[in-house]
Nanobody
Framework: QVQLVESGGGLVQPGGSLSLSCAAS????????MGWYRQAPGKQRELVAS???????NYADSAKGRFTISRDNSKNTVTLQMNSLKPEDTAVYYC??????????????WGQGTQVTVSS
């Protein structure tokens, strides 16, 4: 019914930057909150940043001052700009969106994940 497709992961040196993008498609009535999570090997998935439909943002302490989340409601996309990357940012990053597929029905959709590796 709904698909989230991520792009933009890869290998970057410490101190470098990457931009992750996520596009939603399918049966979409309205997209509510969108966010980015990450999961490092042996660790639980954690919230990195989220953004409401109105543009209110929330960041994990580890992301504050380095990462910026934004969205384009007309294109059903969300972007995570990551600067000053550290080796501890290495993880699989997942896009998440709370999507109304009708007035009364919503789903929490996840992307397939994109690998971000920060290493020299």
């Amino acid at each position: 019914q709904v698909q989230l497709v991520e792009s933009g992961g890869g290998l970057v040196q410490p101190g470098g930057s990457l931009s992750l993008s996520c596009a939603a498609s399918g049966r979409i009535f309205r997209i509510n909150d969108m966010g980015w999570y990450r999961q490092a090997p042996g660790k639980q998935r954690e919230l990195v940043a989220s953004i409401t439909r109105g543009g209110h943002t929330n960041y994990a302490d580890s992301a504050k001052g380095r990462f910026t989340i934004s969205r384009d409601n007309s294109k059903n996309t969300v972007t995570l700009q990551m600067n000053s990357l550290k080796p501890e940012d290495t993880a699989v990053y997942y896009c998440n969106a709370d999507i109304n597929i009708s007035w009364a029905s919503s789903v929490s959709a996840w992307g397939q994940g994109t690998q971000v590796t920060v290493s020299s």
